[in-house]
Antibody, heavy 121, light 111 residues
């Protein structure tokens, strides 16, 4: 059974850093597209970043240069390193996966439960 | 402002059919058959309902169907049930730097 469990969220001051983790089971993160999607309180979904099985990465303009997506194949875990955090980064962050065989990481068939990041002084 | 445009709300009675639209551009919805739809209950993670315009994942009711015409995609729910009351989001791959864009979401109310 596929499972994704995020952790690492919390309250952080503006300008601070946080690293989110997404532990996967039931599949291999290095074989799939892995994505972070966020949702600000009461708002819609926003795509954040994707990492391809081959290692290529892409970012939303709103986080480019501040966030870094990565994975640890030995731990079967996805990460999101978030630096220079701003109030507008406050959101629930979900990790999600795209099935093997998809041409792009453009849809997400399994999602984690999300972890809340609050950026506030 | 979301990249894809959805109605803020739709409603229908049990047993009826409703359609939610999702309008984009030739850089996203109109340019690729990579439109997806998600259902989200309050406080829960989204659930994939449709991918690649009209493909339903296993385990999803066939009451949910998707289509596309030009720059507008649509999600149709037939035989509305009380449990369908939720928020629905469309998304699409985009050739812009955004990679994937979402709609603003549509709140479905079952009367």
């Amino acid at each position: 059974e596929v499972q994704l469990v995020e952790s690492g969220g919390g309250l952080i001051q503006p300008g601070g850093s946080l690293r989110l983790s997404c532990a996967a089971s039931g599949f291999t993160v290095s074989s799939n597209f892995m994505t972070w999607v966020r949702q600000a309180p009461g708002k819609g979904l926003e795509w954040v970043s994707v990492i391809y099985s081959g290692g290529a990465t892409y970012y939303a303009d709103s986080v480019k240069g501040r966030f870094t997506i990565s994975r640890d194949n030995s731990k079967n875990t996805l990460y999101l390193q978030m630096n220079s955090l701003r109030a507008e980064d406050t959101a629930v962050y979900y990790c999600a996966t795209t099935p093997r065989g998809a041409s792009r990481g453009h849809y997400f068939d399994f999602w984690g439960q999300g972890t809340l990041v609050t950026v506030s002084s | 402002q979301s990249a894809l445009t959805q109605p803020a709300s739709v409603s229908g009675s049990p047993g009826q059919s409703i359609t939610i639209s999702c309008t984009g551009t030739s850089s996203d919805v109109g340019g690729y058959d990579y439109v997806s739809w998600y259902q989200q209950y309050p406080g829960k993670a989204p659930k994939l309902m449709i991918h690649d315009v009209s493909q339903g994942p296993s385990g999803v009711s066939n009451r949910f169907s998707g289509s596309k015409s030009g720059n507008t995609a649509s999600l149709t729910i037939s035989g509305l049930q009380a449990e369908d009351e939720a928020d629905y989001y469309c998304s699409s791959y985009t050739s812009t730097s955004a990679y994937v864009v979402f709609g603003g979401g549509t709140k479905l109310t079952v009367l």
